[in-house]
């Protein structure tokens, strides 16, 4: 992205109908929203409480979901990241998103972009909100957990990395490093992502192909719906 494109970003509101996306990741008229100061647990993320597993991180998609899809959400940008998504504090109506998914225990401060959030950490975790009832791992850490687990690409000017993210070109999800994950934008310019199995899977020209649903997520991309 540009500088001249950052700072016009920066300068703007941004005012539109929101779209679904992850706990931390929406859409707003089709630009990729990132919540800023934010961290909510990854999707197929669980945590644990009163001795069981949960689905914490679908539960966090979820009430984001609730929160701004179909509605008018406003956010003012703090910049970008590097999937060129646009890091925000949103509204909507008298609503701080970004306060509410911290204070109700669905995401964490992101201590390493900012401490607006710590007391609304703080709020969540003396009430034993959300992920606070129990025990979970940082999304940070899921995530770092989750690239060190890759195969390395053993040749070639990648060799000794992972390679998360390639490029489509023709015939992209028959790529070399076992990546199957098929992000696509579709007709809606939603930002969606396959993976093998599903009913759509083998029809799907990929623009981007992943290795885990993880970076199909961080990219800004959501899971498909399946009906």
């Given at each position: 992205m540009s500088i001249l494109l950052a700072l016009l970003i920066a300068s703007s509101p941004i005012f539109g109908i929101?779209?679904?996306?992850?706990?931390?990741?929406f859409q707003v008229n089709g630009q990729r929203i990132r919540l800023f100061g934010i961290d909510a647990p990854e999707f197929d993320q669980t945590c644990q409480r009163a001795g069981g597993d949960w689905q914490c991180g679908q539960a966090a998609a979820e009430a984001l979901s609730r929160l701004v899809v179909g509605k008018d959400v406003r956010c003012v940008a703090a910049g970008t990241d590097q999937?060129?998504?646009?890091?925000a504090r949103c509204t909507v109506g008298q609503v701080d998103v970004n306060r509410f998914m911290v204070a109700n225990g669905l995401a964490v401060a992101f201590r390493r972009y900012s401490n607006d959030y710590v007391s609304a950490e703080e709020t969540a975790k003396a009430a034993?909100?959300?992920?606070?009832a129990g025990t979970f791992t940082m999304p940070s850490e899921v995530r770092a957990a989750d690239r060190a687990s890759r195969p390395a690409v053993s040749s070639g000017r990648h060799a000794g990395r992972?390679?998360?993210v390639i490029r489509s070109t023709a015939k992209a999800s028959e790529n070399n490093y076992g990546c199957r994950i098929k992000g696509n934008r579709n007709r809606r310019g939603q930002w969606i992502y396959h993976v093998p199995g599903m009913p759509y899977y083998d029809r799907t020209r990929a623009e981007d192909i992943f290795c885990s649903e993880a970076d199909a997520r961080a990219a800004g991309y959501r899971r498909a719906i399946v009906n």
């Open positions: 929101g779209a679904g996306g992850d706990g931390d990741s999937y060129d998504r646009i890091l034993r909100r959300g992920i606070w992972p390679k998360p």
